[in-house]
């Protein structure tokens, strides 16, 4: 999928989740509301979602309905989730409420709407994305091209306004916020109500929101809670972690030592450490539920998000740095059953073993060093990630034939030669 694709796409599951939101409250409620964040008819999780599950599972929509419809929940869930709570810290304010609904978690998802989103990912992944590609390669290719740019612009104008607004700063970017309170005019004659200016129409559809945001207390201890840095030094600690057990794993499992790094420098493996940071950021506020109930919901995330990162990294390099195709109940060769149970039980033991003494023990480093050392180490890691990506994109143009163009790609070649990216990724195989 092009640049071009990608952008019509989001545009559109944007422009048509807005429609959606915004009908579904004028049946429901006989009045409208806008549903937006930005001033445009955009909603942007619908963007969101859309293009991640298109994406990531298209090649499910043939022959996979019951996984395409389950990841989708899951996946949709997750940013819906992820979204919700975004948005209550930005505003210190709720933009859903799901609390009436049984089966919900937080006010912000819930069964019934995770059912809903299973339902319309196979809709829009086997039908709906296959309709919008085909009338984009209807149109001339200067037309679609000039017709994308502008409106990523106008978005991204309306997004710099929005941000403004909602933190209370205005005229710092006049052009934006002209753009933004434009849209949000336009957005309101089209819900058939205008609601004024963009901050009186936020307030009006969303009356609980304060744009005056109160300011939070710094805390005195390093890393305290779920923040920034916690987070960081979790996901390194997580590569980490992550590379040295696998690397055990394949020992004792498969009888030889095998590298399990994702980076060309160092011991670290970035899907663990990602999942380490993620599952702390997503589920931390309940990290005392029941083993059972994490167990589900590491089962389920675990799952959905690994088989993310074989698409992503497929797509992106070429190339394919697991297999499971002779493993039993496996899916497309990216996930079976046993390690999705993995994750499961993996979610119980960070949360009920693992994290709390870890937390405790971070939380003790002195915030300066603490916060240089936290720096340092993401620019490290940060460049330990580009130089890995750039040595892997050109292992794949060395296996086509493709010569360097410039310096900096005779540099990887030399540095990072077949032999060496063949003992770094010792499972790698293109596609």
């Known amino acids: ?23 579904f ?8 509301q806008d549903r937006g964040v930005l001033g445009g008819p955009f909603c942007l999780i619908y963007g969101i979602t859309g293009c991640i599950i298109t994406v990531g599972l298209r090649e499910l929509a043939r ?38 609904r049984k089966f919900n978690l937080d006010g912000y998802i819930c069964l019934s709407a995770s059912v809903g989103w299973g339902l319309l990912g196979v809709v829009t992944v086997r039908w709906l994305a296959p309709a ?14 000039v017709l994308v740019w502008a409106v990523l612009g106008i978005m991204t104008l309306d997004g710099i306004g929005t941000v403004l607004t909602l933190a209370g700063v205005r005229n710092r970017f006049p052009q934006a916020e002209s753009v933004h309170n434009r849209l949000a005019a336009l957005t309101v004659r089209i819900g058939l109500a205008f609601l004024g200016a963009a901050e009186r129409r936020m307030l009006r559809a969303y009356p609980e929101t304060d744009l005056a945001r109160p300011k939070r207390e710094k ?52 899907v663990w450490g990602l999942a380490l940071a993620l599952v702390t950021l997503l589920m931390y506020r309940y990290k005392d539920k029941t083993a059972g109930w994490l167990f589900v919901a590491g089962t389920l995330l675990g799952g959905a998000y690994e088989y993310l990162c074989s698409v992503f990294t497929e797509i992106v ?63 490290f890691m940060a460049l ?32 990072f030669d077949d032999a060496y990216i063949a003992r770094v990724y010792p499972k790698l195989k293109q596609r």
């Open 132 to 145: 919008l590609l085909a009338l984009f390669g209807l149109m001339p290719v200067l037309v679609r091209q």
């Open 219 to 270: 805390s005195t201890v390093f890393a305290a809670g779920c923040s920034f840095y916690k987070i960081v030094l979790l996901f390194i600690i997580g590569a980490f972690l992550g590379d040295i057990v696998e690397t055990i794993f394949c020992r004792l499992t498969m009888g030889v030592w095998m590298s399990r790094s994702s980076l060309v420098w160092g011991p670290f493996s970035v």
């Open 384 to 415: 330990n990630m580009a130089v890995s990506a750039g040595a892997l994109v050109r292992y794949d143009a060395r296996s086509k034939g493709q010569p360097p163009a410039n310096a900096v790609e005779q540099w990887l070649d030399d540095t």
């Open 317 to 379: 390099f070429g190339a394919v740095f697991w297999d499971y195709s002779k493993l039993p109940f496996n899916l497309g060769g990216r996930i079976n059953l046993l390690y999705c149970f993995f994750w499961g039980f993996a979610a119980v033991a960070w949360f009920k073993v693992c994290y709390p003494p870890l937390s405790r023990l971070i939380e003790r480093i002195p915030k300066r060093p603490g916060t240089l050392i936290t720096w340092a180490l993401t620019l």
């Open 25 to 32: 409250v004028v049946l429901r409620q006989h009045r409208y």
């Open 63 to 100: 022959d996979d309905l019951f996984f395409l419809f389950l990841f989708s929940a899951v996946i949709a869930t997750a940013v819906e989730w992820v979204g919700g709570h975004i948005l209550e810290w930005f505003t210190q304010t709720r933009w859903w409420d799901y609390s009436r």
């Open 1 to 23: 999928m092009t640049f071009f694709q990608f952008a019509w796409l989001f545009f559109l599951y944007s422009l048509l989740g807005w429609l959606f939101e915004v009908s």
